[in-house]
Every structure is written in C-alpha cells, then in structure tokens.
Nanobody, 114 residues
Framework: VQLQASGGGLVQAGGSLRLSCAAS????????MHWYRQAPGKQRELVAT???????NYAGSVKGRFTISRDNAKGGLYLQMNRLKPEDTAVYYC?????????WGKGTQVTVSS
C-alpha cells in the first residue's frame, strides 16, 4: 500500500486549497478512504470519509466547506477545502483502514493565515 498526499500550502483565511492523495498497491475502488488532520499539540482527527461507492461523511467543523471525492479509475482521493479558517491549520493525511490495519501516507501541511 502506498499513499502520497500533496497540495498543501499557505493560504489566507477565506481561501481555498485542493489536496490530492495518490493511492496504489491495493484494490482502491473497494475501500472507504479517509482524510485526517493533526494540528500542533492536538490529536489526529478524522475530517472526511468517502466509501467506494461515493457516499461521504464529514466532521462537523468542516461540513459545508470541505468536499471529499475520489477517482476510482485513477486511484485518486481528493479534498477540496473552501472558506479556510486559521483553525484548519494542520498536517493533512490520507488514510486507508484495511483488515484492521491503518495505512498512512506522508502528510501535507496546510497553513491558514488570519
């Protein structure tokens, strides 16, 4: 399993970013995929989930601002983040949970300035 997140950066509050995660080494379309984030000094938290069929779920703090999507043909997972806030600043990770094992990609830093 390989997961590689990209697309992070520095953005002003109110701006947008689109994160991508390239997934390989497993049957991508069969599995739910997740975006997590971890801010300095805080626990890692679940941001959004998408099933293989495209059903989605979001943390309350990002609902209405973030959109998770996937391209099963390309093995791509995405997170469109709009109306960003300083409290969205964190390292963002894509995640696969398979047979009780968590797989994590190298995260991508998102910094939102006020």
């Amino acid at each position: 399993v390989q997961l590689q997140a990209s697309g992070g950066g520095l953005v002003q509050a109110g701006g947008s970013l689109r994160l991508s995660c390239a997934a390989s080494g497993f049957a991508f379309s069969f599995y739910s995929m997740h975006w997590y984030r971890q801010a300095p000094g805080k626990q890692r938290e679940l941001v959004a989930t998408i099933t293989g069929a495209g059903n989605t779920n979001y943390a309350g703090s990002v609902k209405g601002r973030f959109t998770i999507s996937r391209d099963n043909a390309k093995g791509g997972l995405y997170l469109q983040m709009n109306r960003l806030k300083p409290e969205d600043t964190a390292v963002y990770y894509c995640n696969l949970l398979r047979s009780g094992t968590d797989y994590w990609g190298k995260g991508t830093q998102v910094t939102v300035s006020s």
